[in-house]
C-alpha cells in the first residue's frame, strides 16, 4: 500500500505540512543567535512539523485511523498558532528582520491560511461527525490553542503578575479542553467551557488599559475567548434532551 491511496487532502495537508517544516528551519538558519525568541519560534515549529509531517504520511499509508485523528488535531492546533505567532513577530520585529525573514514569515502564514481548514476538514471527515459536534471541535481548536499560548507567556516575556496569571488561564483552558471531550455529559464541565473564557475575555480588555508588553497576545486571547465562548453556550442550548 503506497501513497497513491491517500485521501487527496491528507496528501495536500501532509506536504504543507512538510513544507512548513522546511521553511521554519529555514528561517532558523537565517536568524541571528541574538534573536532568542526567533530560535524558539522557527526552531519549535519546524521540528514539529517536519516529524509531524513525516509521521502523518507513515500513519495514512499504513491505515492507522486513531494515531492518524490523534495527528489530524494536533495539527489543526499548530496550524492555528503557527500564523498568529508568525504575525506577532513581524509585528513586534519588523524594523530589525531581513527581508528575507520577513518573506518567508509572509509565506508561513499563507502556507498554514490553507492548511488549516485542510487539516481540519479531513479530521471532522474521518470522525464522521455533525455539524454541532463539528463546531464544538472548532472551539476546542481555540481553546487548546489559547491554552498553550497562555503557558508560553512567561517564557516570551518577563515574569510578572500578568504572566503568571496566563499561566494558570493555560492550564485551566487546557484541563478543560480535555474535560469538554471526556466529560461531555456532565453540565458542569459545559458550564465551565462557556463561563472561563468569558471571565478571560473581561480579564483581558481589563489587562488592555494596563499596556502589557504582550500586549499582541492579550488581543489574541480576548479574540480567542469571544468566539469560544458563544460557541460552548450554543452547544449547551442544543444538547439533545435524553
Same mark, same amino acid.
Given at each position: 500500500?503506497?501513497?497513491?491511496?491517500?485521501h487527496?487532502?491528507?496528501?495536500?495537508?501532509?506536504?504543507?505540512?512538510?513544507?512548513l517544516?522546511?521553511?521554519?528551519?529555514?528561517?532558523?538558519?537565517?536568524?541571528?543567535?541574538?534573536?532568542?525568541?526567533?530560535?524558539?519560534?522557527?526552531?519549535?515549529?519546524?521540528?514539529?512539523?517536519?516529524?509531524?509531517?513525516?509521521a502523518? @504520511?507513515?500513519?495514512?499509508?499504513?491505515?492507522?485511523?486513531?494515531?492518524?485523528?490523534?495527528?489530524?488535531?494536533?495539527?489543526?492546533?499548530?496550524?492555528?498558532m503557527?500564523?498568529?505567532?508568525?504575525?506577532?513577530?513581524?509585528?513586534?520585529?519588523?524594523?530589525?528582520?531581513?527581508?528575507?525573514?520577513?518573506?518567508?514569515?509572509?509565506?508561513?502564514i499563507?502556507?498554514?491560511?490553507?492548511?488549516?481548514?485542510?487539516?481540519?476538514?479531513?479530521?471532522?471527515? %474521518?470522525?464522521?461527525?455533525?455539524?454541532?459536534?463539528?463546531?464544538?471541535?472548532?472551539?476546542?481548536?481555540?481553546?487548546?490553542?489559547?491554552?498553550?499560548?497562555?503557558?508560553l507567556?512567561?517564557?516570551?516575556?518577563?515574569?510578572?503578575?500578568?504572566?503568571?496569571?496566563?499561566?494558570?488561564?493555560?492550564?485551566i483552558?487546557?484541563?478543560?479542553?480535555?474535560?469538554?471531550?471526556?466529560?461531555?455529559?456532565?453540565?458542569l464541565?459545559?458550564?465551565?467551557? @462557556?463561563i472561563?473564557?468569558? %471571565?478571560?475575555?473581561?480579564?483581558?480588555?481589563?489587562l488592555? @488599559?494596563?499596556?502589557?508588553?504582550?500586549?499582541?497576545?492579550?488581543?489574541? @486571547?480576548?479574540?480567542?475567548?469571544?468566539?469560544?465562548?458563544?460557541?460552548r453556550?450554543?452547544?449547551?442550548?442544543?444538547?439533545?434532551?435524553?
Amino acid at each position: 500500500m503506497g501513497i497513491e491511496k491517500l485521501h487527496k487532502f491528507e496528501l495536500i495537508g501532509g506536504l504543507l505540512v512538510l513544507i512548513l517544516g522546511f521553511t521554519n528551519i529555514i528561517q532558523l538558519l537565517l536568524v541571528g543567535a541574538s534573536d532568542p525568541k526567533g530560535i524558539a519560534l522557527f526552531g519549535i515549529y519546524g521540528l514539529l512539523f517536519l516529524i509531524g509531517g513525516a509521521a502523518f @504520511f507513515v500513519v495514512c499509508i499504513k491505515e492507522m485511523t486513531r494515531p492518524k485523528l490523534l495527528l489530524s488535531a494536533t495539527s489543526n492546533i499548530l496550524l492555528l498558532m503557527c500564523p498568529i505567532s508568525n504575525s506577532i513577530y513581524l509585528i513586534t520585529e519588523i524594523g530589525l528582520l531581513d527581508p528575507i525573514l520577513v518573506t518567508l514569515s509572509v509565506i508561513n502564514i499563507i502556507l498554514c491560511i490553507i492548511a488549516l481548514p485542510v487539516s481540519f476538514i479531513r479530521y471532522v471527515d %474521518i470522525e464522521n461527525i455533525n455539524t454541532r459536534e463539528k463546531i464544538s471541535h472548532a472551539s476546542l481548536v481555540l481553546l487548546r490553542g489559547s491554552g498553550i499560548f497562555h503557558l508560553l507567556q512567561p517564557i516570551l516575556y518577563p515574569v510578572s503578575l500578568e504572566t503568571l496569571g496566563m499561566l494558570v488561564f493555560g492550564t485551566i483552558y487546557l484541563l478543560i479542553s480535555i474535560l469538554l471531550i471526556r466529560k461531555k455529559d456532565v453540565h458542569l464541565i459545559q458550564l465551565s467551557g @462557556f463561563i472561563l473564557p468569558l %471571565i478571560g475575555a473581561v480579564l483581558g480588555i481589563g489587562l488592555l @488599559f494596563m499596556a502589557p508588553v504582550n500586549i499582541h497576545y492579550v488581543i489574541v @486571547f480576548i479574540i480567542f475567548d469571544l468566539i469560544i465562548s458563544p460557541i460552548r453556550f450554543y452547544y449547551i442550548k442544543t444538547q439533545p434532551s435524553d
